[in-house]
């Protein structure tokens, strides 16, 4: 078995994550896919359907992830495709969120409750998806390789800064 520091990390990398076996990337597009199955998406992996890549260390993304940050990628809603389980995905939204005033969109998977994209009125035309629902591992380190981690004034002074990442305070978006 090839180890995780060797391997070549521009071929597809799909390890036992959740019950779904079909997820799948090529050059220009990839899958995410909640940990039951129930619920896959297509998405981009460049411009322009590809908007960003981020880690966000904000209040409500340590709720939200039940951890301490978020890793992110936001998508044009043009180059978002759901193939299949729209249906499964239910919504919570709220607006007393970390940019006053505005609602964020939850959009989760009812089954799983895997977390699958927000979006935001404050981020009209885009969804903002999860890295780790990304089924080929190896673009979480190639293409979708966070390159900005904000909010950094919430982050944990045990949690190092990402050597090589831009660092903002507030958002990025
Ligand atoms: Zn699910
Ligand atoms: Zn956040």
Redesign the pocket.
Known sequence: MTSRTTADKSKPFFPLAGLARDGWSNEDEATAT??????QLAFPTQGPGLVGTFICHCPDCHKITASMFASNFTVADTHLKHLR?RD?LKTFSQNITIIDGHTMTNYF?S????LMYRVGSAFPGMSILRIGTVDDFHLHETKLKPTVEQYIEYRESWLGAVEGLKQVEGSSL
């Open positions: 909640c940990f039951c199955g129930a619920v389980g499964n998977c089954t799983c409750g895997s």
